[in-house]
């Protein structure tokens, strides 16, 4: 007995249990916040009909750190260090959409130097948070004791090459702290160019056994086509952004339609797959990998001169001081538009935002739990909620 | 020798012996999963780690057992040491050597056989027993995959009793040694079959692909979730026994068992069940696995159909003579 | 900054269908609470603003009129809940409006519209403790269940204690 989905594979998330069937005996399993394959403190109650889920009830909210109310005490600098933490697989992405929104709150503009710098660090960065979904992805199909681990220790391998560039250059492995308002806080020494060249080349090859084992491996072919079906309507009404957009067949990537940094100067190829599926959303992150590889390679010898930052170093936490305004900037990180909505002045001064919001794309990600679980399996729910890669840091805050 | 006393003596020794060699044939699989996904393993304990099963069962020993609320307290207790059992139970039938057996019975394949069908009972009393819902679930899927390839089993382990007449492992071996390894002689059934057994082994032994009772990323730790210390360690070190014990049964019935070039013997055997046991570990630690109608799928809409050709070739080969 | 350009085709539809009158330099234009989902509706199925983007409510406390200003009458205490769409594609642009309600009233919700919008109106019902009508299950998102206040109100201070947790 299968749950029957309308002709948009749309399930009802507040479907009436007794409406579904009143001889059914259905069993709730919680895959609670404690579970090998949550990605992150993340709660399910899946009402489960043998092995078919008919309903999916997500809960979020375990990694609730109040993010937002701790920022309207903190000064524009001291915010960084705090969204660092918001998206941890990706925290240059955070930095940047901050430091975005207050920049254009302050009309500081930000050198080329700097931009073109932004623009690397974020496709590095971009490289580093897919490997790191594909290693999980495939542990949630395989196992952490069996063929999963291995490619997840493969892409953790290839990682760490990536880390190591961002250690060389900001001295943090994780969570860096090397963006302020109008620029970066650590400029690239002579031999970083040549440290990135030698790990993307091994990236870059690395990543065609990657696609070469997604696409052409039966088993995983098996466990993602067809899987967690999101029509692009459905996906466009979630807010969903990014691959997973993109894994619907919608043309969207900000980098390339509203571009910012230096994204004007690169050409972007935008990535998409028609099908929905979650081997979609897969191939379309591998072949952003291989896309923001060659965006690198294009651009880390090419660092303009100049300064690194627009902004006059900050000597006192509370010499930025913004009057009034509301801004939104927004920019593309590895799960989709992770935007920043601050309202500065008010009842707060001018030291500190009066009410920062952060769009986290994971969260609407989650969001689309509900929609897509019901008519499958259970071991297709956690190869559903590895392809929306969410990061339940960023959607709690 | 008296019956009582060869008995005894055989037990002891095979039961030491494979236990020994299963602890040991975990430090291998971490050796060498180790090796494949370009880290090292064990290292600290021992030279190059092999004293790490020592280090591994004493913790497990020294380890608390939790017993959960609710859960039955008689069959959560007999779970684990009967799974123990029914597998080291599968090895007496098995030939080591020429005259190196330790029950030679005249229904040596049925026997083995039917302790693969009573090994889902510890699996599915364990899951059942434990009051927890991903047992429950592992449970079930335990059962529908174990009962479901037992058929490609059973039918790929007869292709060798119809080749050569009996079902004694050690009428079958000295077959082999006379006319040929069934893998290769005759042409055709014996090594299909082969791949049928092994697929069907792999599913029952819970190996990945097929580990859906035990599927680590879903169901937690499956069957073993509420298990803790040595109940633990006993459903692990049933695990890799039964594996051995499969890839044994698997050189017997197909491999020749101990018959080799030059000197034929133990070495012989122990040569060709380590090349398969590695086999066996090769491909868990490559693929993942399949969903639970998947594996159904396959089983049901492949391998029975083509199990029971294969049967019946064989059967028509040895009508036609080659086999007698 | 956040600038709807009066001119432009947007700010046509807002000045023209939907009563906006003031453009401000540095925010969104704001639309009244009944007729924002109208304006969501239109935007949607009219102009391809199909990505629903965020919903952001901020709570603004009372401010007592200055007796030193001439006709300054103050401010009641009130929400002020900033919504953005997005068009997807190669001509991507943001609609971006606030709404206004003093506090005690609710806001039409746009779940009927937005499938999104389902989280993000839990989650500013949750912080914030604006309601909004017509949404099928407006329960807390963030805090737990049985959480008393919401915190990001002006007036929560932010080392409120909290019970243990159980």
């Known amino acids: 007995m299968s749950v029957e989905l309308t002709a948009q594979r749309r399930a009802d998330p507040y479907l009436d249990l007794e409406d579904y069937d009143p001889e059914a005996d259905l069993m709730v399993l919680n895959v609670g916040p404690q579970h090998p394959s949550t990605h992150g403190v993340f709660r399910m109650k899946l009402y489960l009909d043998g092995e078919v ?3 999916a009830v997500p809960y979020v909210g375990y990694l609730h750190r109040g993010v937002e109310k701790l920022c309207e005490k903190l000064t524009y600098t001291q915010v960084t260090p705090i969204v660092d933490k918001n998206d941890y697989v990706s925290p240059m992405m955070n930095e940047q959409a901050i430091n975005m929104a207050f920049e254009d709150l302050l009309g500081v503009e930000v050198p080329r130097r700097a931009r073109w710098l932004r623009t690397v660090l974020a ?47 900001t001295g943090c492995r994780f969570h860096y702290n090397t963006h302020t308002i109008g620029g970066n806080r650590h400029d690239i020494t002579p031999g970083w160019a040549k440290m990135v060249h030698e790990a993307i080349s091994v990236i870059e090859a690395r990543t065609h056994e990657y696609e070469a084992m997604v696409t052409r491996n039966g088993i995983y072919a098996d466990r993602t086509r067809g899987i967690g079906v999101i029509d692009a309507g459905l996906a466009m009404e979630l807010g969903l952004t990014g691959p997973a957009l993109r894994g619907s067949g919608v043309d969207h990537d900000l980098r390339r339609d509203a571009p910012y940094h230096a994204y004007d100067e690169v050409e972007v190829r935008v990535q998409t797959e028609a099908a929905g599926d979650c081997m979609a959303r897969a191939l379309v992150r591998i072949r952003e990998m291989r896309e923001s590889v060659r965006i690198v390679r294009e651009m880390v010898d090419g660092v303009p001169e100049g300064p690194i930052c627009g902004h006059r170093p900050i000597k006192l936490a509370t010499q930025t001081k913004i009057k009034a305004g509301q801004a939104y900037a927004c920019l593309e990180s590895p799960r989709g538009e992770l935007g920043t909505f601050v309202i500065a002045g008010g009842g707060s001064g001018t030291a500190c935002p009066y009410r920062l919001k952060i769009r986290p794309p994971s969260l609407h990600a989650l969001a689309a739990v509900p929609y897509i679980m019901p008519g499958h399996m259970v071991s297709d729910a956690v190869a559903i909620l590895g392809s929306l890669d969410p990061i339940l840091g960023e959607a709690d805050r | 020798m008296s019956f009582l006393l060869h008995g005894l003596l055989y037990g002891a020794v095979v039961g030491s012996v494979l236990l020994t060699v299963t602890a040991w044939a975990v430090w291998f699989e971490r050796k060498f999963s180790a090796r494949m996904q370009s880290r090292l393993g064990p290292t600290i304990v021992g030279p190059v780690g092999l004293l790490q099963p020592i280090a591994d069962a004493l913790k497990l020993m020294q380890k608390e057992t939790i017993f959960p609320d609710n859960a039955d307290r008689f069959l959560f207790r007999a779970a684990p040491p009967f799974m123990v059992v029914f597998s080291l139970a ?36 364990g899951g059942w027993a434990s009051n927890n819902k991903f047992a429950l679930l592992a449970a079930m899927r335990g059962i529908a995959q174990g009962v479901s390839y037992e058929l490609p089993l059973v039918l790929s382990a007869l292709v060798p009793v119809v080749l050569a007449g009996s079902m004694s492992l050690s009428v079958i071996v000295s077959f082999q040694a006379e006319h040929g390894w069934f893998i290769v002689w005759p042409p055709g059934p014996g090594l299909i079959a082969f791949g049928i057994f092994f697929v069907a082994s792999l599913a029952e032994t819970n190996r990945i692909p097929f580990d859906i009772p035990e599927a680590e990323s879903e169901l937690v730790a499956g069957v073993t979730t509420e298990y803790t210390g040595m109940k633990f360690g006993f459903f692990y070190l049933a695990e890799y026994l039964h594996t ?21 013997g133990l070495h012989w055997f122990v040569l060709k069940t380590l090349v398969l046991f590695v086999s066996i570990f090769w491909i868990r630690w490559t693929l993942v696995r399949f969903r639970a109608d998947q594996l159904m799928r396959l089983c049901w809409k492949w391998l029975v159909p083509i199990s029971l050709v294969v049967l019946m070739a064989a059967a028509v080969a040895v009508q036609l003579g080659e086999g007698r | 900054m956040i600038h709807i350009d009066p001119a432009s085709e947007l700010g046509t539809l807002l000045r023209e269908r939907f009563g906006a ?26 102009h391809g603003y199909r990505v629903f983007l965020y919903v952001a409510a901020s709570h603004w406390p009372v401010v007592a009129p200055n007796p030193k200003k001439e006709g300054d009458t103050g401010d009641p205490e009130h929400y002020e809940i900033a919504y953005a769409l997005r068009r997807p594609g190669p001509n991507t642009d943001v609609a971006h409006w606030r709404v206004r309600v003093d506090v005690g009233h609710s806001v039409p919700s746009l779940v009927p519209l937005f499938a999104g919008a389902d989280w993000q109106e839990r989650e500013q019902y949750d912080l914030v403790g604006v309601v909004f009508e017509g949404h099928p299950d407006l329960r807390r998102l963030m805090m737990p269940e049985d959480w008393e206040g919401h915190p990001l109100r002006r007036d929560y201070a932010i080392d409120t204690a909290c019970p243990p947790w159980r």
């Open chain 3, 21 to 46: 009158e003031d453009f401000p330099k540095d925010a969104a234009p704001l639309v009244s609470p009944e007729r924002h989902v109208e304006l969501a509706r239109v935007l949607a199925e009219e």
């Open chain 1, 123 to 169: 496709e590095l960065q971009r490289i580093a948070s897919h490997l790191l979904w594909l290693g999980t992805f495939t542990l949630d199909l395989g196992g952490a004791i069996g063929g999963g681990s291995t490619l997840f220790l493969y892409c953790f391998r290839e990682r760490e090459l990536v880390l190591d560039i961002f250690e060389e250059l």
């Open chain 2, 90 to 125: 599968t090895a007496a039938v098995v030939p080591f050597g020429p005259d190196m057996i330790a029950a030679d019975l005249d229904i040596g394949v049925l026997y083995i056989l039917a302790l693969a069908g009573l090994m889902l009972f510890p699996v599915w009393i």
């Open chain 1, 53 to 55: 889920i008919v309903k």
């Open chain 2, 244 to 264: 051995l014990v499969s890839a044994a049964v698997a050189a017997a019935l197909f491999f020749g068992g101990w018959h080799g070039p030059w000197v034929s």
